[in-house]
């Protein structure tokens, strides 16, 4: 994990109902079915952890609904706090380790993750295939609490293609919470609050960290990413911008609708190969560096090169309000590259909301334009005061977002979440 600077899919739904999650599969003609998680419990998981999540006002905002590919057998595999990895891993006789599960995982497979805290450094690396993902999916949104013991990597490092990760809170005291190491991968609707004390140097740390270089077109949809390294006493201070929100390093793929609060660098943090990225309906605040960096340099472009740098990266309808800090100062939205890296000049900025970040807006080329974006209006959140980072239904960004490829609303917020009537 180096953080040394600073395909389209449809969304997961997971509404929050009584009951047990419940999986219903529509078989088209063309072969494709639909994943669609009904119903899910909402009462707490019996951990400290689970109690503060479940006290999160906007937890069930944060929910999706994807179609997947078809998969000609669908294979299901349970895991438990009770269990043995000397188990079959059927419902009866679940697994005790969401790490044993992800080396005999094989492709179609869904591993049903049991409320309950895994204090294990969840390491996965069992590929799917684009016909057929392994998904790993908590039974209750943010009842499956990993807590890995000790300070250095990261808490769940994913190195499968075509793997989803939905639905987990990632606490404890690693540098990283959410490690994506290879292609086509997905981080939906987890919530990370890892503490990455000492972490604070070159290496850093991340709440989500999209790490491998060469790897391309990996998700990073509804989480909620907060406090990664707060208390880190360098955060602030100038060149000591080194634990991430979300930390992106390669290709493509998509960084939407998640909220990044009060990390200790950056809120949204792309640098070294990223490029063609899409980053869009993000509410991003309070991060002590800055709201999000569209970045390029160190490692590949030092060693094999960075071809054309950071181009093609669209940032849209994303709220960036109260990043920065008194010291170093932190923009809302802005360019950076460290040659041989560079940002390239098709990069694309629109319907963004700005608001107090200590230096200023937007940070950007003179060629470029943050077009039809909003400045001096406060967003508006419910409470800053309680965490409560809903839009009142009076906020500027109601209504006022642009329209994304391949949605059907006909009004467009700008941020992460809904606003509250």
Known sequence: MTN???????AWRLPTLQGRIQYVFSFSLFGTFSLAMLVLMSHAAGSISQAVGNAVPFRDNLVRQDVLPAVSIRTDRYVSP????????????????ISHAGSVATPGMVVHVAPGTYREAVVTGAAGTSQARIIYMADQVWGAVI?????????????????????????GSRCGGIGLGASFQRAVSNHVHNSADGCGTSDGGSGINDFNYA?????????????????EPS???????????????NAGGHIDHNVS????????????????????????????????VIGSGDAPCTTIGCPGGNDFTAAINNILAFNGNSSSGGWGLGEHSQFPGKTGVHNAYGHNL?????????????????????????????????????????????GAGQSIAGSSAK???????????
């Not at 009770?82 to 380790?97: H, I, L």
């Not at 490092?157 to 990760?165: C, E, H, P, S, V």
Request: hydrophobic share 35%; aromatic share 10%.
């Open 354 to 398: 700005s608001f107090q970040n200590k230096s200023g807006d937007f940070y950007l080329p003179a060629s470029q334009v943050c077009r039809n974006c909003i400045t001096q209006r406060d967003p508006l959140f419910v409470s800053m005061a309680s965490g409560d980072y809903r839009l009142e239904a009076n906020s500027p960004a109601v």
């Open 235 to 249: 955060c602030g201070q100038p060149r000591h911008n080194y634990i991430q929100g979300i930390y992106q390093a």
């Open 261 to 292: 609060v009060n990390n200790c660098g950056w809120g949204i943090h792309l640098w070294h190969a990223a490029t063609h990225a899409s980053i869009t309906n993000n509410t991003v605040v309070g991060n002590k560096a800055g709201g999000i």
């Open 215 to 231: 790897s391309q077109g990996n998700d990073i949809l509804n989480n909620y990413i907060h406090d990664v390294g707060i208390g």
């Open 82 to 97: 009770s269990g043995s990895d000397y188990s079959d891993g059927t419902q009866r006789r679940p697994w005790a380790t």
């Open 147 to 171: 807590i890995a013991p000790g300070r250095d990597g990261f808490a769940w490092r994913n190195t499968g293609d075509y793997t989803d990760i939905v639905g987990f809170e990632v606490a």
């Open 411 to 421: 009004s467009v917020d700008i941020g992460a979440l809904q606003p509250v009537n």
């Open 4 to 10: 040394r600077r600073n395909v389209h899919f449809a």
